[in-house]
């Protein structure tokens, strides 16, 4: 695997059984990513998009093909392994926050550091740190049902960075806020991006904010192509 490459994917199939039909979303997609490659991924509702960064994520399983991911391949993980890898390789931003209403932004953001055993002190403290970054350090001790969806959004970007992870995966990250809240989420992506010289998968339909990435794959129709960021229709 080339050492600029942080992922690379082989001869991708995907198909859901139920009974005696099946489904195929996918088939055959290949394609590699480089380190610090902003990547958008497009395609119409239903395409595929959130299932394939599950499986680049090592949450689900292919049904053909392989990803690697630096030089290791995902599907030879058992769950322990596998469950390590997202721990310590991945950030996942989902289109909902998922924040625990119990816990407060600063616990939340803690969560994977506590996951791993961390000290809750240091976690707290580092927690508290990354909150600063996405502007909501004033906010570390409130529960996610006191901030807004922006806000919240913010809090789970914070947590998909605490464990300084090589991927970035957002799943439609913007896709349930107003576009005036969607923009600075987006800004702040970018921004983490490229200070912390992330290499971020981003699937969504903004294709405003597609055409701001470095690089655009399109899934559709089972197959996947890469279009330039510039031809995407304003």
């Known amino acids: 695997m080339d050492e600029a490459e942080i992922l690379r994917v082989e001869g991708l199939k995907k198909v859901f059984r139920s009974g005696r039909s099946h489904l195929t979303l996918f088939d055959n997609l290949s394609f590699r990513v480089r380190k610090g490659e902003m990547l958008a991924i497009v395609g119409e509702s239903g395409a595929g998009k959130s299932t394939l960064l599950h499986i680049l994520g090592a949450l689900d399983s292919a049904s053909a093909g392989d990803v690697y991911c630096a030089s290791v391949k995902l599907r030879t993980l058992s769950d322990d392994a596998a469950a390590d ?17 119990e816990f407060t932004a600063a616990e939340n953001v803690a ?3 506590l996951l791993r055993g961390g000290d809750r002190q240091e976690a707290i403290e580092e927690a508290v740190r990354w909150l600063r970054e996405v502007e909501l350090e004033d906010r570390a001790h409130h529960r996610s049902g006191e901030l807004s969806g922006g806000e919240q959004q ?69 197959r996947i192509e890469e279009v330039p960021p510039q031809s995407l229709p304003a």
């Not at 439609?172 to 809240?181: F, I, Y």
């Open 85 to 101: 890898f997202r721990n310590r390789e991945v950030g996942f931003v989902w289109q909902l926050h998922y924040l625990l209403p």
């Open 111 to 113: 969560m994977p550091l």
């Open 154 to 222: 913010r809090v789970a970007l914070a947590r998909a960075l605490i464990t300084r992870p090589s991927l970035l995966m957002a799943d439609e990250p913007t896709g349930d806020l107003d576009s005036r809240t969607a923009e600075v989420v987006f800004a702040l992506i970018a921004r983490l991006h490229r200070d912390y010289r992330l290499t971020s998968l981003i699937a969504t339909h903004n294709l405003d904010f597609a055409r701001r990435c470095s690089r655009v794959l399109r899934l559709h129709q089972g």
